[in-house]
């Protein structure tokens, strides 16, 4: 590191892979979006100030698309991206419906249930993609269903 350089500070995010009957929820950032509008992502948003990376996953969840989900508490992965320009480490977690509809928020402006294989043709987020399919590795036959 040159002398002098500031280190940057990274935004930390999570991504929640929601799991149901061998698919996953997959969201289409809304076109008003600042970062990634049209892109097609599982449910994701920043860490706030005071709240470790399970408890954003959790809200995010509930803000974004207000299921009733089991939200396993191990991370599934994590890997580095830029968002804006800036650097920053996403968290992921895997999570399984339990129930509710979904419910839009203004991130998001449609949403359907894919297969892992679907998601991989409808999400240019290589990283994303590939800890989609390690959420779905990681998951119980009985889970699968």
Not at 119 to 131: G, H, R, Y
Request: hydrophobic share 45%; aromatic share 6%; charged share 25%.
């Amino acid at each position: 590191m040159n002398e002098g350089a500031e280190t940057p500070l990274y935004v930390v995010a999570v991504a929640a892979v929601i799991r149901r009957e061998g698919k996953l929820l997959a969201m289409r950032r809304a076109q008003t979006k600042d970062a990634g509008p049209g892109l097609w992502e599982t449910l994701s948003g920043r860490v706030e100030v005071g709240e470790t990376p399970l408890e954003a996953a959790s809200r995010e969840i509930l803000e974004e698309c207000g299921l009733g989900v089991r939200l396993e508490p191990r991370p599934v992965t994590c890997y580095p991206a830029t968002r804006l320009g800036l650097p920053m480490i996403v968290i992921v977690y895997a999570a399984d419906y339990l129930s509710g509809e979904v419910m839009l928020s203004l991130e998001h402006d449609r949403y359907d249930w894919v297969s892992p294989t679907a998601f991989a043709e409808l999400s240019t987020l290589t990283p994303l993609v590939e800890a989609v399919h390690l959420a779905f590795n990681l998951a119980s036959p009985k889970e699968m269903r």
